[in-house]
Every structure is written in structure tokens, then in C-alpha cells.
């Protein structure tokens, strides 16, 4: 029965209208990673601080969010109570896969939070520091095995980033995609590749260990807790952050994504939001309004440029 | 000495009565999670996870672990009663386990299916307590060139261990790789086969796949054969239990089950199905009734259950030595361990020794727990064999059908304000050609293996490629691929060499007689 329950409730969560003030947060990824976790932080902290009293979160997996984003789109028009969480991957899935739907058609609410990609070698490699990776890869770019998330995503985009900014054609990069950070860790530590990518809080535990090296971090600062540089300050022109934010149905008035953004807000500025964060290793980046549109507008040109460069996207 | 300290301590805060309670919910909920196709143990700990907050974290880690290994264990039930597997580890089990209960040995079938979930579970747990940080060791020197080794020994042995005609089995297995192409190739980034829709873009999910050919398509077959509609289930011949016999094939496979399911499980690209293939193609090598294979080998059933447990435990290995998660489940209870302050990794075990060995010890529990419940439930379960056909199969079909919706409910799809879900329509069409299948005598199973291996096995021979920069060379660069290589090799040859030296023909014969 519990099964039955659970369907029921699965299933009802995605067609039943939902009453004001109850949102429905939809997760554009299967249960277990990045998206799903933040969308179920913030029921946890809506619910929590009285923010919404029934918060239900839905999973659409598939296709770096697009496939979910796509349901969102269509189906959630107008309605005021619906968000969809997403993040910088979106951006580049969108371009790869030639997705009808864009994060255009959506209501960018805000930025939640943000995470430096951490560029690592295992600690046997004779790889010391950012400089001389580099003069492996001008040398030969393709013994350079890069190994990070899946092709598009942001561990890609800063490969082919930092080869652009070293003057090493992008097409070149040896990256080999794996299917989320802790295939990659694996691939990483087993010295079967050269060099790996992935948020920094993936890789935490093994830098403090002494299992990987941590070269640089791909943000304009540093990033607290870690004794590494940034890419800039190694001379590498390349300045990259993951993010994840929040964004609501098409069709909205903007009084409805005026009281959205204030239930957002209040959610990110709460007690149960920032202790989640905390015991979770994310970063506070939040950013709403113009300055959000004007992030995400740069981002999407600078990852569009990239992934053409890349060879990606066309 | 400490360690064993530190594990009875651990024992010692599992066994209280609330916390005992507590494993009692996890594994029910876990069994009946495990029971549905579609809702995976992943979903029920997301959905779970809020409610654990309010619990200690002993409390908490041992509903996790009862929900983990419960999940993984009711899988079983469905697919040896209805021949519906609930998620892809389940899949072998469907093969022998759904032909012993149609010849009234569902009993025993479930039986062995629970006892070999504990002997495994217990094995690999006590592995997970005393030898993880060598079993990473190995499963960390895996390279995609031995994972490519890997995939070609479980194709090898697969192929060579799915019905007689081995031009029917291959024709089933390119069927499964064809459909393994369908979506995003994660190399690259680029659509496959999906023709502009977007549901494909993911690829085909392999449990609606197999709930279709396995369950759908049966469905069809039975309504289509009026020989067959009519024909009588037994429901029980002989003891619901073990037999003495029973007893003597299967405790060597659940060994043989565990063995290959732990390490593999430790994989990062392992995987509790790949573990169960391995393991069914195993038994069928050593079994000394190969030719009961097909026909409700109890040996078929003891050894991939065991494997697919085992496996559930080996995921713990590298997620609480290194702190990675390889399964979605796991990533799910990573998230839990952060909110008690335990940070999974290299030094886990030196900074929370307590926690660890409460869950670990929560585990042992858990998988203790499992086994009260559901032994005594397979007098239950057997029942539903007696349910008269037209009524068992409108049953399976509304189960499958919310197990898929369950899954994926999108309503994704329409014809003007009618929307169905296209999740329900893969569902049918692959039902249909499930049924062609049966009608013309062609193996399932292969299908669904080429559907989960073949992706992997692109992959990882991308990847080594890749990485060694188009040298071919690699891929029989490192001891452990040459090692599998001559295991695939001996896996056909041996077959081969017993079948012309006649002695398959003798143990038909032996078989023969004994009907």
C-alpha cells in the first residue's frame, strides 16, 4: 500500500492544482543529485519557516534539465504557485541539445548558490601547479585526458576555456565526459587520467586527505577553506562558477513574480536555509532582479561562444 | 581487536527496541518499494529523508539501511511471482524464479531468494566492515579498458547462457543495443536517434522496458493462446519450502553470488545488475543441471539475488571510503549523513568511527530484520498464484502500468487537450514487441542485457580510447582486462568442451529420468 501511496502521490503531485501559496517545486534531474537536492532544501526551509505550508517536489529527469524545463514550459503557464530549480548546466544543455525550449520561456527568479569548479591531479602526478599543465598541454594537448562531468556541462566549458585562454586550439582537448562527479573522482584517483574537474565540494574530503592536489579553483576569488589560487592569478584569463537558482512559470504578472521573489528571498535569507548550506559545503550566492537577468544574459553568450569553439554546437 | 569493539558497541545501540522499530519500518517500506516497478529505493529515501531529520542519527541510519537493502531485496518477489521485475538487478531473477513458481516452486524460489539476500547481505556487510578500504583499492585500479574487459565477459557469458538457437539470442541483444543508442550521447553531448523527441533524448529507461517485454508481453501471449489461458497454474506442488535438495544447490551459489556481487558493487561502473548477469552466467557453468536453466534452475535464482544484495553493500564501500556516491540512492544518503555531521571520505572511518559502525551494525540489523519479515510472508505471497489467470494478468497490467506511471508521470505527450504520457506508450508499443517476441520463439532477456550493457560498454570503450588517443593497444594493456579476456574465453570454451565430450547428453539424460 505504501508503494501504491507513493505513486499516487508522485503522480498527483504532477497534475493536482495545488492551492495558493502551496508551491510545487519541480526538479528538472532524477532524485539523489545537485537540482534535486536543492529543491528539496527548499521545501524543507519553505515548510519550515511558514513560507509555504505544502511544498511538493517533482522529478523530471533527463538531458541536462532541458527535458523538465520543456514540461515546465508548456504545462505551467500563468500558474503562480509552480518553480522549476536549474542552474548553469541548463545553459549549455539547452545549446547542445538544440532544445525548443529556453530558459526564455521560463521567469528567472534568483541565483541560490554557486560553487568554484576545482581543477585537480592526483597527488602522485608530476603535475605541481597550473603552470605546468599548461606546458603539457601546449606540448601536446591530447595527452592531456581531462576527465569531468558530461560533455556541455560546466567541467567541459572550463576545459575548453582555460585551453582557449592558453592559446591551445579547444578542438584539441582530450575531455572525456563521465557521468557525474563520482565516476569522474574514481577515473581520477585510479591515475587513469590526467587531470580532473569537478565542484570543489566533491572533491573536499580527497584534497583534505592528500588523496588529489588541488591546482586552482575556476572563480574569481578564492574559495574559503581551500589553499589554492584562482585560475586568474595563475595567468589563466578564465573566471567560471556553477550556479543554481530558482525560476517561475511563463505568463506571469509582475505583481506574481514580485510576491514570488519575496517568498524566494525569505526563504535564502532564513535560518533553516543557511544551516542547510552550512552542513552541506554550498555556497551563498544569491542574486535577484536586473543583476540576476544581466549574470544570466553573459553567461548564456559566454557559454554559447565556448561551446562553439568547443565544437559542440554549431 | 578495536574494530570488533567498536562494531559490538555499534550493535549494542542498534538493538534497542526503538531503534529496532525503526528497521522494521525501514525494511517494510524498502520491501514494498521494492515490490512496485518505477518507485525506486532512490525516490523512497528522498521522499523520507525530511522525516529522518527529526530523528537521532542512529535512528535515522538504520531506516536508511533498512530501506536500501529492503528495496533491493522486493524486486525479487515480483519478478519471481509475476514476472515483472521491479528494477533492473531483478531482471535474472524473472528468468528462473517465474518459471519455478509457475511449476508450483514459488516457495522455494522465494525462499532461496531471502535467505541468499541475507547470506550475501551479511557477508558483504561484514566485507564493508573489515575490508573496504582494500576492495576500493582494486575497484579503483578498474580503467574504462577493464571495464570494456568486464562488459565484453558479461556479453560473452550472457549470450552464451539465453536459449538454444544462438542466431535468436543475438538478434534479441542487437534489438537491446539498437534501443541503447536512442538519446544523448554523454561523450559528446549529441542527440542519437531521438527524433526531435524530447522524451528520447534520455534514452529508453530500462525498468519500463523490461516491465513491458517481460510483463506486458506475456500478458498478450496468455490472452492470445487459448491453450494456454486455459491450462491450470499450480500454485504449490510439494513444500512452500526448501527442500533438503533445495538446501544443497543453493548454498554454494549464494556464495558464488556473494563473491561476484560485492566487488562489482564496489565498482564505480559496476552495478547490481551487471552483478547478476555475471552471476546467472556463472551458475550456469557450474550448475550440474545446466539444462534445468530456462526451466526453473533453483541455482539461477539463489546466485544472482545474492549477487544483486551483495552488490547493494559493495556501493557502501567506495561512497564511505571516498566519499563517492555511485548510486542514486546513495548520493541520496550522502545528503543524510551530511545533516548528522558525517562527512563520507578517506577520513570517515578515523573522524566518526561511531557512526560508522552504528550504521554498519544498522545494516546487519536491517538485513536481519528483512529476513523475519519476509519469510514468513512467502506463505502469503504464494497465494496470489492461486488468483484465477484473467484476474492475475489484469492485476500485473495495472501494476505495471503504475509502476511506470510512477516513475515517469509526465503527460507529456497529446492530442489537442488529451494528454497521455509517453512513458505509458513506450510501455505498450515494447509490450507488442514483447509479445512478436514470445510468438516467434525469440529470447527477451538479451534484449534488456544489450539495453543496460551496451551503453556501458560504448562508454568505457570511448573513454579508454580516448584516453590512450586511438591506440587499440590499451585495451589489453593492464593484467586485470587480460585476466577477463581469458575468463570470457574459458566461459565459452568450457561449455563447448563438456558438450562434445558428451556429458551434457548424460546429465540431460539424468534430467530426463528424474521427471
Known amino acids: 500500500m505504501n508503494k501504491l501511496l507513493l505513486a499516487a502521490l508522485v503522480t498527483g503531485a504532477l497534475s493536482a492544482p495545488a492551492f495558493a501559496a502551496d508551491y510545487t517545486i519541480m526538479a528538472p534531474a532524477g532524485p539523489g543529485g545537485g537540482w534535486d537536492q536543492t529543491a528539496r532544501t527548499m521545501q524543507e526551509a519553505m515548510q519550515a519557516e511558514g513560507i509555504s505550508g505544502n511544498v511538493q517536489v517533482t522529478n523530471v529527469p533527463g538531458a541536462g534539465g532541458t527535458i523538465g524545463l520543456a514540461q515546465f514550459a508548456t504545462q505551467e503557464n500563468g500558474n503562480p504557485n509552480a518553480l522549476i530549480v536549474g542552474g548553469y548546466v541548463m545553459v549549455g544543455a539547452i545549446l547542445t541539445n538544440m532544445s525548443p525550449v529556453t530558459l526564455e520561456d521560463v521567469t528567472p527568479i534568483a541565483r541560490l548558490t554557486g560553487e568554484a569548479v576545482a581543477l585537480v591531479v592526483p597527488a602522485a602526478s608530476d603535475i605541481q601547479s597550473v603552470d605546468d599543465l599548461v606546458a603539457k598541454l601546449k606540448e601536446n594537448p591530447g595527452a592531456v585526458a581531462w576527465a569531468g562531468g558530461s560533455a556541455g556541462g560546466v567541467d567541459h566549458i572550463t576545459a575548453g576555456l582555460i585551453a582557449k585562454a592558453v592559446d591551445v586550439d579547444p578542438t584539441q582537448v582530450n575531455y572525456i565526459a563521465y557521468s557525474g562527479g563520482g565516476e569522474a573522482l574514481a577515473a581520477i584517483l585510479g591515475g587513469q587520467v590526467t587531470v580532473g574537474l569537478s565542484g570543489v565540494s566533491e572533491f573536499a574530503s580527497q584534497i583534505e586527505a592528500g588523496e588529489l592536489r588541488l591546482l586552482a579553483v575556476s572563480t574569481d576569488t578564492r574559495v574559503p577553506g581551500f589553499d589554492a589560487p584562482t585560475l586568474m592569478e595563475e595567468g589563466v584569463d578564465v573566471a567560471v562558477q556553477n550556479w543554481r537558482m530558482v525560476a517561475a512559470a511563463p505568463g506571469l504578472s509582475d505583481e506574481q513574480k514580485a510576491a514570488i521573489t519575496a517568498d524566494v528571498k525569505a526563504m535564502a535569507e532564513s535560518a533553516t536555509w543557511q544551516s542547510a548550506l552550512a552542513t552541506r559545503g554550498w555556497v551563498d550566492t544569491y542574486l535577484d532582479g536586473d543583476a540576476f537577468a544581466a549574470q544570466l544574459e553573459a553567461d548564456k553568450s559566454a557559454t554559447e561562444a565556448i561551446l562553439k569553439d568547443i565544437g559542440l554546437v554549431q | ?515
Do not use: C
Not at chain 2, 551530511?338 to 536491517?366: C, D, E, K, M, Y
Not at chain 2, 534484449?447 to 543496460?452: K, M, N, Q, Y
Not at chain 2, 575468463?487 to 521427471?515: F, M, N, S, W, Y
Open chain 2, 1 to 515: 581487536m578495536e574494530t570488533f569493539d567498536l562494531l559490538a558497541q555499534g550493535l549494542l545501540s542498534a538493538l534497542q527496541v526503538h531503534n529496532l522499530i525503526y528497521a522494521l519500518i525501514g525494511v517494510t517500506l524498502g520491501t514494498a518499494v521494492g515490490v512496485l516497478p518505477g518507485i525506486g529505493p532512490a525516490l523512497t529515501v528522498a521522499l523520507l529523508l525530511p522525516v529522518t531529520y527529526k530523528l537521532d542519527p542512529a535512528g535515522s541510519l538504520i531506516m536508511f539501511a533498512g530501506i536500501y537493502y529492503g528495496g533491493m531485496y522486493g524486486g525479487s518477489t515480483t519478478s519471481i511471482l509475476l514476472n515483472t521485475p521491479g528494477e533492473s538487478a531483478s531482471i535474472v531473477t524473472a528468468l528462473e524464479g517465474n518459471k519455478m513458481a509457475r511449476q508450483g516452486r514459488g516457495g522455494p524460489a522465494l525462499a532461496t531468494a531471502a535467505i541468499g539476500s541475507f547470506v550475501a547481505g551479511l557477508l558483504a556487510t561484514l566485507g564493508l566492515a573489515f575490508i573496504a578500504p582494500f576492495v576500493v583499492k582494486f575497484a579503483l585500479s578498474f580503467g574504462p579498458w577493464d571495464y570494456f574487459a568486464l562488459m565484453v565477459l558479461a556479453f560473452v557469458t550472457v549470450s552464451a547462457a539465453f536459449g538454444d538457437s544462438a542466431l535468436r539470442g543475438l538478434t534479441a541483444l542487437f534489438i537491446g543495443l539498437g534501443l541503447g543508442l536512442i538519446g544523448i550521447d554523454l561523450q559528446t553531448g549529441q542527440t542519437r536517434l531521438a527524433f526531435n523527441v524530447m522524451d528520447l533524448l534520455d534514452g529508453i529507461e530500462v525498468t519500463t522496458l523490461a516491465v513491458a517485454l517481460f510483463a506486458i508481453g506475456e500478458t498478450l501471449k496468455t490472452a492470445s493462446d487459448r491453450d494456454q489461458a486455459n491450462t491450470e497454474v499450480t500454485a504449490v506442488k510439494g513444500s512452500v519450502w526448501m527442500t533438503l535438495e533445495d538446501w544443497k544447490r543453493s548454498w554454494a551459489s549464494w556464495l558464488r553470488g556473494t563473491f561476484i556481487g560485492f566487488p562489482i558493487g564496489a565498482m564505480p561502473a559496476g552495478g547490481a545488475d551487471v552483478a547478476s548477469f555475471l552471476s546467472y552466467s556463472t551458475e550456469k557453468t557450474f550448475s550440474k543441471k545446466p539444462e534445468e536453466f530456462g526451466n526453473g534452475a533453483i541455482e539461477g535464482v539463489a546466485g544472482p539475488e545474492a549477487a544483486n544484495n551483495a552488490s547493494a553493500a559493495g556501493t557502501l564501500v567506495p561512497l564511505l571510503t571516498l566519499g563517492l556516491p555511485t548510486t542514486a540512492t546513495a548520493a541520496i544518503m550522502l545528503a543524510g549523513f551530511q545533516q548528522f555531521g558525517l562527512q563520507p571520505g578517506p577520513l570517515l572511518f578515523a573522524n566518526n568511527a561511531p557512526l560508522v559502525w552504528a550504521l554498519i551494525a544498522s545494516l546487519l540489523v536491517a538485513n536481519f530484520m528483512l529476513l523475519v519479515l519476509n519469510l514468513p510472508l512467502i506463505g502469503l505471497w504464494v497465494k496470489l498464484l492461486t488468483i484465477p489467470k484473467h484476474w492475475l494478468y489484469a492485476g500485473i497490467l495495472t501494476f505495471a502500468t503504475l509502476g511506470t506511471l510512477g516513475a515517469n508521470g509526465a503527460m507529456s505527450m497529446g492530442f489537442g487537450p488529451v494528454r497521455i504520457s509517453f512513458e505509458l506508450v513506450l510501455l505498450l508499443a515494447f509490450g507488442i514487441l514483447g509479445y512478436l517476441l514470445r510468438r516467434f520463439g525469440y529470447p527477451i532477456a538479451p534484449v534488456v542485457v544489450g539495453l543496460i550493457l551496451g551503453p556501458m560498454a560504448e562508454q568505457q570503450l570511448r573513454r579508454a580510447l580516448a584516453i590512450s588517443q586511438g591506440e587499440i593497444g590499451v585495451l589489453i594493456s593492464s593484467p586485470i582486462s587480460i585476466t577477463l579476456y581469458v575468463a570470457a574465453i574459458i566461459a565459452v570454451g568450457v561449455p563447448l568442451i563438456l558438450r562434445l565430450r558428451g556429458q551434457g547428453g548424460v546429465l540431460r539424460q539424468l534430467a530426463t529420468d528424474e521427471d
